[in-house]
Each structure stands twice: as structure tokens, then as C-alpha cells.
């Protein structure tokens, strides 16, 4: 998620790059695994939460910073600093007036940076995904590209922190292509190594035309099980996690109106949702 308030930027810290790994082919999109080294004792992120990265420069509508949020994967503390991991998809987006393509700011900033490059930091900014403590509570996450990410933390939090969950967890996630099922993988631990829980469920929609909209594809997985995401919505001790793209919203008012009978029933349930604190999103 991308902020372009100066004002929001808050604490800053300075972080070295400790190492920079390509974890993809040469001949797909480019994501790296990175590690942060931070020495300033009062920085202690956790997984799960988000840290910016400030980029200065002279950017678009005269911005000097240009500011991303990622989320922490992991983080082990040493001596009075610690070591942040974080995933990067060297990124572009599609201009829509003109139709340019233009290389993502941060991405390419921090995909470009070698070892030793010092960065600048913001944050850590708390999860925007908790647990319930009701382990008999429902999670419904939808998501797409780098929004798996989050997930893979809440996904771990559930199974490997609270034993013996027994509400059902749902993951529908759309991608472009298989290689943005990367983001459900780390080398140590899979969230694949979940799949075999009672009550987990993953759902991924992988459109074999990689220039196709993932959001698209997302909405097409939730419309095929519609009948049983439309149950699981209306539950009230069911929690629902949203991240990854901004229009991937729009995609899920409309599969979820049509299941409803209205865009004004499903605007109920919703705002009820978000009343009850049921309700996060994690979108840019």
C-alpha cells in the first residue's frame, strides 16, 4: 500500500540492507526475499505488522517521499537491533489515460538496492489482521498479488499459536499467473503444510493468460462457491480479512450483491460487519 502523506510518515529509522535474494527464475517476474538489518533498539517490529519504506525524490504531484507500506514475515531481534524480513515483487503499473507503463517506485528502489545500501524506515505500524480469541471464530481472507502476505502470518498465528482451532478458515486468493503462489510459500515453513487442517480451506484462481486481471480472477473463485461463502458471511462470529488490491473491493460488492439478492442487502451485511469490528482491509 502506497501513502503519500507526509504527515502519516511518523518515527523514521535507519535499516541496512543485510542480504537481497532473487527467489524466482530469470525468466519471470522478479521477487526477492530481504533482510533488514536495524540497530536502533526502540524499532521492534513483529510479524505480522507493517514498516514503510520512504523513498526520496522527485516524484509525481511534486511529492518528495514517496512512501510504501510491507509486511514483516519474520523478524529476529540480536543484541539491541533486529533483522526484518520482508518479500518485494519488482512491480510496474498501467497508466490509464495514457496506457504507459511505469516501473513501481519502491519496488524498483528496493529489488535495485545491493548489501550494505542504507534505507530509511517508518513504523512498525500495528496488524491490521488479528486474531479473535474466540478460536471457535470463523476468518474468511480474500486477497490478491502481495496481499497473500499478511495472510501467511494470520494463517500461522491461527494454527501454530492457537491450538485447536475450530472455526472454519477460508482463503480465497486470486493471482495472475502461478508464480504469485509464491506469496504462499516461505523455505521454512508452507502454508501449504496447513491445507490438511479440519477446517482449512484454500481456494486460488490462476488464470493461465498471466496479462489478465487478478481481481478478475478472484471474483470468478468466489462466485463459483458462492452459496458457501454467502453462508459463512452471514455468521455472526464469522471475521473477514481483505488484502491486496483496491479494486479487488469493487469485485467482492458485486459477487457479494448478486448472492445477496441486492447491492443494498450486501451493503447491510457489510456495514454490520465493520460496526461489529469483523471487518479489515489491507489495500492499495
Request: proline letters at 4%; one cysteine or more.
Amino acid at each position: 500500500m502506497t501513502d503519500t502523506n507526509e504527515q502519516t510518515y511518523g518515527n523514521t529509522c535507519d535499516a541496512i540492507v543485510r542480504s537481497s535474494k532473487r527467489i524466482t527464475d530469470t525468466k519471470t517476474d522478479e521477487v526477492r526475499e530481504m533482510v533488514l538489518t536495524v540497530h536502533d533498539p526502540a524499532f521492534r517490529a513483529m510479524p505480522g505488522q507493517n514498516i514503510g519504506v520512504l523513498v526520496e525524490g522527485k516524484h509525481p504531484f511534486g511529492n518528495r517521499f514517496h512512501h510504501r507500506y510491507y509486511s514483516v514475515l519474520a523478524a529476529q531481534p540480536h543484541g539491541e537491533g533486529s533483522d526484518i524480513e520482508i518479500l518485494v515483487r519488482r512491480c510496474s503499473y498501467i497508466d490509464e489515460v495514457s496506457g504507459e507503463e511505469y516501473p513501481g517506485i519502491a519496488s524498483h528502489y528496493l529489488c535495485d538496492a545491493a548489501p550494505g545500501k542504507q534505507i530509511t524506515l517508518t513504523g512498525p505500524y500495528k496488524a491490521a489482521f488479528k486474531v479473535p480469541a474466540d478460536n471457535t471464530s470463523n476468518l474468511l481472507m480474500i486477497g490478491t498479488g502481495t496481499g497473500i502476505a499478511p495472510f501467511r502470518t494470520l494463517i500461522k498465528s491461527v494454527y501454530a499459536q492457537e491450538q485447536g482451532w475450530r472455526g472454519q478458515v477460508r482463503l480465497f486468493y486470486g493471482a495472475k499467473s502461478g508464480l504469485d503462489a509464491l506469496y504462499m510459500n516461505d523455505q521454512n515453513n508452507d502454508i501449504t503444510n496447513y491445507y490438511d487442517q479440519a477446517t482449512f480451506e484454500a481456494y486460488q484462481a490462476i488464470d493461465p493468460q498471466s496479462w489478465r486481471d487478478a481481481s478478475g480472477n478472484l471474483g470468478k473463485s468466489l462466485a463459483e462457491n458462492g452459496a458457501k461463502t454467502w453462508v459463512l458471511m452471514q455468521m455472526p462470529n464469522t471475521y473477514v480479512y481483505l488484502a491486496g488490491l483496491k479494486k479487488q473491493v469493487a469485485v467482492l460488492d458485486k459477487v457479494m450483491g448478486e448472492l445477496a439478492g441486492s447491492a443494498a442487502n450486501w451493503q447491510a451485511l457489510k456495514n454490520r460487519l465493520v460496526a461489529d469490528g469483523r471487518w479489515a482491509e489491507l489495500v492499495y
